[in-house]
């Protein structure tokens, strides 16, 4: 039998490398990052806000929307998702409830914030902390709340770009004792990062490859050799597919045929492929639909 998801993730965050995890806000994506050969994937809640509400990662989205959300990418594939869930829309209790339907609908990992309620985007200004004695509750329930040992809690401090590096490390050391399984220091800049893995040793260091620019675009041994066993790389995937879908839309406009984007995007087939039509086409066949009604391309 293969293992299970959090166990393969527990798996790579104890190896050598550092596992990476392309951020995905629907099943198609996942689909892609499955098929792309990588062995995580990650769930952006900044992404998810974007394509659910056409608004920016500033607490919108409620527990149920996530958890429906990371349920459906979850479902797209075998790979071990880490998803986002913000401060944990609430108190203790609230997280206690989110760590049930997170852990239910199959995902293998989450991250929890120290933020207020409404949070904002880690990369953006106007953040408030809740202090780290409500935050180390928090992570308490998480840890207590999830029935597979396996499933991992990462607590991420939004402190640094607030309060600095100790107050940071601080809080970060106290969620750790809390029972987090993984640390998450939010937002840091290239003089902050030869300073996190040596205050944490023993612990997975989760890096978050975000877009704003802040945090540096290192590769992924550069990341390593800094001590982190975790990259995620939240909305590349989003704003790839946006910026090529502005630029068809730009061409249809101005030129008012779809022809000479033809060639350039993805082809139906393929498409299609992606999105299991194979499967699609067995099971078609093991239940006996009539030849000649079955779905074909
Ligand atoms: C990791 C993050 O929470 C996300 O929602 O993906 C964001 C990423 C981003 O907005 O680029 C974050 O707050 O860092």
């Known amino acids: 039998m293969s293992l299970t998801r959090t166990r393969r993730l527990r798996q790579a965050l104890a190896g050598e ?10 099943a198609m994506y996942a689909r892609l990052v499955a098929e792309a050969g990588f062995e995580a994937m990650y769930m952006t809640g900044a992404g998810t806000s974007a394509t659910r509400l056409g608004y920016p990662d500033v607490g919108l989205l409620t527990m149920t929307e996530m958890v429906d959300n990371a349920t459906r990418i979850a479902d797209a594939s075998d790979l071990p998702l880490i998803a986002d869930a913000d401060n944990g829309f609430g108190g203790p209790l ?3 409830r989110a760590i049930q339907l997170y852990e239910r609908g199959g995902v293998a990992a989450v991250h929890l914030e120290d933020q207020v309620l409404p ?19 928090k992570v308490k329930a998480a840890v207590d709340a999830r029935v597979d040992p396996d499933f991992v809690v990462i607590a991420r401090t939004d402190a640094l770009a607030l309060h600095g590096r100790n ?9 750790r004792e809390a029972g987090a399984d993984v640390i998450f220091i939010e937002s ?11 205050r944490f040793p023993g612990i ?10 802040k945090t540096p675009f290192l590769t992924r041994s550069e990341i390593e050799a800094l001590g982190f066993k975790l990259i995620i790389y939240p909305n590349w995937l989003l ?3 946006c910026e090529a879908a502005r630029k068809t839309l730009e061409v249809l406009k101005r030129e008012e045929t779809i022809a000479s984007v033809a060639p350039h995007v993805m082809s139906f087939k393929q498409f299609f492929d992606t999105a299991r039509m194979a499967e699609v086409q ?4 093991r239940y006996g639909t009539p030849e000649n009604s079955r779905t074909d391309y």
């Open 17 to 26: 490398r550092a596992l990476m995890a392309p951020g995905v806000v629907d």
């Open 94 to 96: 609230n997280v206690r």
């Open 119 to 137: 949070k904002r985007c880690g990369h953006l200004s106007g953040k408030q902390l809740i202090s780290a004695e409500d935050m180390v509750a």
């Open 167 to 175: 107050a940071a490390f601080d809080r970060a050391e106290m969620y």
């Open 188 to 198: 840091p800049l290239p003089d902050d990062l030869p300073h996190i893995a040596p």
């Open 204 to 213: 997975p260091l989760l890096y978050n490859m975000a877009t704003s620019g």
């Open 239 to 241: 704003l790839s597919a």
């Open 282 to 285: 067995e099971l078609e066949a």
